[in-house]
């Protein structure tokens, strides 16, 4: 059970009627949960959105506000909605009294609320989404930026200069790396995506589509039917959870209509797509070869965003209205030609983006800075290491395998062992150096057997004890030694393990296996290193 203060964090995403900002902080949301759930830490995270798809945000509470597009489209005065969403947010946000408010793409708030907002958070946080130049250098802009606590921004430092920020608050900036909903541990493989869509072999899988928001409807058909148009081509057409009217149907086309579509990307062949930010970025870190085409979006410049992206042969290009003979030569091309070998090499080069988790990092690493926080900054960053290196495929959740590892360290381990261990996991988040897929693959089988060993608390601690304390060298030879006897024996253990602890246990567990070490394991160091056998 989670323990000690919650960490609370109200994320504030604003949009027009869309899903970039909702879906930006969403991820950092769950990856923010994820860490505190895996550092015993309860977590109390709350969103303010105006998104029409705010459902895709189910998981967490959500207050949802009615957008302005909505509002323009009823007829509402627009002053008068204004003033009604600035008191529901400030009394939102005032009841919450949060240790952090974050806000996006807009700092001073979706109706210039911010700078009375802050006073009731113990701290702010800004993701700061490209803008173009005018309104990034603007007074308005610079003023409240000087404001936050953190600026986070998703990209790479390289391209500071798009970034302009007030000198006395550069030291509170961090580049984060792009944010994505993307997450290569849960997303499906290239043989659930055919067998889920029914996908015969041969044919080639394409997602085409023009935007979550709901927009580019009538460009999102017309490249509908020109993809299908080869009947080689099946079409994934992604209309997104806020389309309202009409789909394109036909033989090779599937209309997509749900959220959370960025873990099918592993599975399609290639994909044509509008190049707002979130569906540019996801597209990527899947490594999907993509034709992108851009949009009129106002602050967010599509156009750049894909002028970068040819410089480095990640993508192609196509124009938003392009006849349907150039989008299939462009697709073949991408698909077969040598445009998609460029393009393949591009980006199989480009290093696995970790920006929603980064940003989560930065995030609670500033809650854990308040007086009374629960959560330490080393264990933070013990964590991170370990979910940036998690393998595929882990058989349990993330967090119950680093529970599971962490657990077992602090009972089998000297104090020494476990800080050096611990600190060297931290070390490597800021290295880089993959060192935690071990860890947790122990981690998880040790969930596993406890899972199936179907122990209380009482048994589960005098099995793990009886083998933490054994003769063996290390931690780690501790731990593969239990998994080893649990391995080996059949049947239940609850009946092996009720009614002992310590020596005896583990004799008893290695009598049945016809085994014993010699050595009754007594002399073990204190188990309340790094807190006991519960962190």
């Known amino acids: 059970m989670a323990r000690g203060r919650p960490v609370s964090i109200v994320f504030y995403a604003i949009n027009g009627r869309g899903l970039g900002h909702l879906t930006r902080l969403l991820a950092i949301a769950r990856a923010a949960r994820t860490l505190l759930e895996a550092a015993d ?45 600035k008191l529901i947010v400030s009394n939102l946000v005032a009841a919450q009294s949060p240790d952090l408010l974050v806000l996006d793409t807009v700092p001073y708030g979706a109706f210039q609320e911010f700078s009375f907002l802050r006073s009731y958070a113990r701290a702010t946080a800004y993701i700061y989404r490209h803008l173009d130049a005018r309104s990034a250098a603007s007074d308005l802009v610079q003023r409240h930026l000087e404001l936050f606590d953190r600026i986070l921004i998703p990209d790479d430092e390289t391209r500071a200069e798009g970034y302009p920020v007030p000198r006395g ?12 909903a993307y997450d290569a541990a849960d997303a499906w493989d290239r043989a659930r995506v055919r067998a889920y869509f029914g996908v015969e072999d041969g044919r080639r899988l394409v997602y085409v589509a023009a935007g979550g928001g709901g927009d580019g409807r009538d460009a999102l058909e017309a490249l509908v039917r ?17 389309h309202r009217g009409g789909c394109v149907y036909a033989k090779n086309v599937i209309p997509l209509l749900e959220g959370n579509v960025s873990r ?3 599975g399609v062949d290639a994909a044509v ?3 707002g930010f979130n569906s540019y970025e996801e597209l990527l870190a899947a490594r999907v070869p993509t034709l992108f085409f851009a949009q009129d979006k106002g602050l967010d410049r599509q156009d750049l965003r894909i002028e970068r992206g040819l410089a480095a042969s990640l993508h192609g290009v196509i124009p938003e209205r392009a006849d349907p003979e150039l989008v299939r030569g462009r697709l073949d091309d991408l698909l077969e030609g040598e445009l998609g070998a460029r393009v393949r090499e591009a980006l199989s080069a480009r290093p696995a983006p970790d920006g929603a988790l980064r940003a989560a990092v930065e995030l609670l690493g500033v809650c854990a800075g308040l007086e009374g ?17 998690a393998p595929r495929g882990l058989p349990v959740a993330f967090g119950r395998a680093a529970r599971a590892y962490r657990s077992f360290r602090a009972l089998a381990g000297s104090a020494a062992e476990v800080a050096v261990s611990r600190e060297a996991h931290a070390a490597s988040w800021w290295s880089g150096a993959p060192r935690g897929k071990e860890a947790l693959r122990h981690g998880a089988a040790l969930a596993e057997l406890r899972e199936r060993s179907q122990l209380d608390e009482a048994g589960w601690r005098a099995l793990s004890t009886a083998f933490a304390r054994g003769p063996e060298r290390g ?23 009720s009614g002992s602890d310590g020596a005896e246990l583990r004799a008893r567990l290695l009598a049945a296996l016809g085994q014993h070490d010699g050595d009754d394991g007594r002399g073990a160091h204190d188990e309340a290193a790094e807190g006991g056998p519960a962190n």
């Open 41 to 85: 830490v309860p977590a109390d995270l709350e969103i303010v959105t105006t998104s029409e798809a705010s459902f895709i945000a189910d998981d967490f509470p959500v207050y949802k506000l009615p957008s302005k597009t909505a509002v323009a489209r009823a007829g509402a005065a627009r002053d008068r909605y204004v003033q009604r969403a």
């Open 169 to 180: 608050a550069r030291r509170r900036v961090a580049f984060t790396g792009p944010v994505t």
């Open 226 to 242: 020109a993809v299908a148009g080869d009947e080689r081509n099946v079409v994934l057409a992604g209309y997104g959870p806020l």
């Open 264 to 266: 099918i990307f592993g």
């Open 273 to 275: 797509s509008a190049a």
């Open 373 to 389: 926080s629960s959560l330490d900054r080393g264990v933070l960053h013990e964590l991170a290491a370990l979910r940036r290196d």
């Open 475 to 497: 931690y780690e030879a501790k731990l593969e030694r239990l998994l080893e006897v649990a391995a080996g024996l059949e049947g239940d253990l609850a009946p092996m393990v």
